[in-house]
Nanobody
Framework: QVQLVESGGGLVQAGGSLRLSCAAS????????MGWFRQAPGKEREFVAV????????FYADSVKGRFTISRDDAANTVYLQMNSLKPEDTAVYYC??????????????????WGQGTQVTVSS
């Protein structure tokens, strides 16, 4: 069983930066694709970014491309989301997720097998 614990959320002014971390338990972390999703109040959960376990390929939602960077440290069982140039519309609860069976449908929350509890990110204008 994999357990995911996010940290690093908080309150930041527009234009600022935050770095989210997701610490994972489980011996096969390095074989999972790791994703970040977010959910704003009254909205559906949406894909933010993913990093594969083969070749460390990364994919981003258009809304964050060029501002957010996903990375992973398999030795530390941790995935990161560096968020720069934050906007008020980035305000949401951010969730880390693990996909044991890479299907390519990384933007669908339903393909992910394990989820963290989420961390709040609030961007003030």
């Amino acid at each position: 069983q994999v357990q995911l614990v996010e940290s690093g959320g908080g309150l930041v002014q527009a234009g600022g930066s935050l770095r989210l971390s997701c610490a994972a338990s489980g011996r096969t972390f390095s074989s999972y694709a790791m994703g970040w999703f977010r959910q704003a109040p009254g909205k559906e959960r949406e894909f933010v970014a993913v990093i594969t376990w083969i070749g460390d390929n990364t994919f981003y939602a258009d809304s964050v491309k060029g501002r957010f960077t996903i990375s992973r440290d398999d030795a530390a069982n941790t995935v990161y989301l560096q968020m720069n140039s934050l906007k008020p519309e980035d305000t949401a609860v951010y969730y880390c997720a693990a996909d044991e069976h890479w299907s390519g449908s990384y933007f669908r929350s339903s393909v992910y097998d394990h989820w963290g509890q989420g961390t709040q990110v609030t961007v003030s204008s």
